[in-house]
DNA sequence: TTATAGAGTTCAAAAATTGAACTAAATGGG
DNA sequence: CCCATTTAGTTCAATTTTTGAACTCTATAA
């Protein structure tokens, strides 16, 4: 997670891959996400990352806020916990998860449903328009980029 | 972008991942997204990637599928061009840019404006219920996985 | 209380990335 | 058409990351 080069583009997105850009961090994020609080080896055992670097890469991950280390009841063990800026990474991963599935290559891949909790109907990552909620198409998007030189 | 590892488990967004989730695949293709065709000098001045690794990442996005090697009308040269698997990522990166903007730490952010291009009007990355395109607030967001044992 | 599991740490080897210099083809100006 | 410059890379040593395996030091369980 190197902050030389694209952290000083002040664009948004540099930013957000500045603290997620590595090949880890969104997959322990994703793990946080969809396994609820995890330990240690659970992460360990189910990304198959190496040890130190997993060390590594949760504490950088407390100290962005994006996990908590929260104690478990009843011992002296914690786990890590999605905190709020977490659970506002879950679109960009399930938006992710979409385009993963459109554009599959391994035929064997798993179908992630996103459902609406409390009724159950299957949900999607789209574009709306802020004012009435009205659907927008991906063709129609245009991006106007305030406080710039030239660079994205 | 090694192969190793998290590229095993049949999950969408560990395959997404192993496509895009190096340190400068995503910034290559936001720019490629938000400048248009783009060559590839441009690029490595815009990034400050070193010039090898450039020419493997635009490699490997050409073999992908996600750029194309597009001729410069009237010359020899050529630039890499969003094809659209490219464009299909436009939605998570900037649900990744709305994302920086909320918990953004550099207060001299760019702000990105997401409009509706035959509009204007303002757009926001949402969870949509497919069947009436009613909003569905974040919090209320269940994923549900298909043909899995026991991992993410 | 003793064995085992959990959560790391240490460190050498391997892999990825950088940075700087070097090429060869394409283009532009005279 | 010729020469200087730009473009799009390539090469390669030095640095930085990441891995993998072994080790340590609590907790917990029997």
Redesign the pocket.
Known sequence: ??T??YQKHHCPIAQALAELG???TLLIVRDALIAGPR????FQESL??????L?LR?AQLCASGILERVPITD?????YAPTQKCRDLQIVILAMAEWGEKWRTDPDIHHLEILEKSTGRPVTVQYIQTEDGKIVDPDNIEVVRHGISNEP
Chains 1, 2 share one sequence.
């Open positions: 997670m190197s030389t080069n590595d090949q880890w330990r240690f080896n659970e198959g990352i190496s040890r130190n670097l060390t949760l011992t002296k063990r914690h786990a």
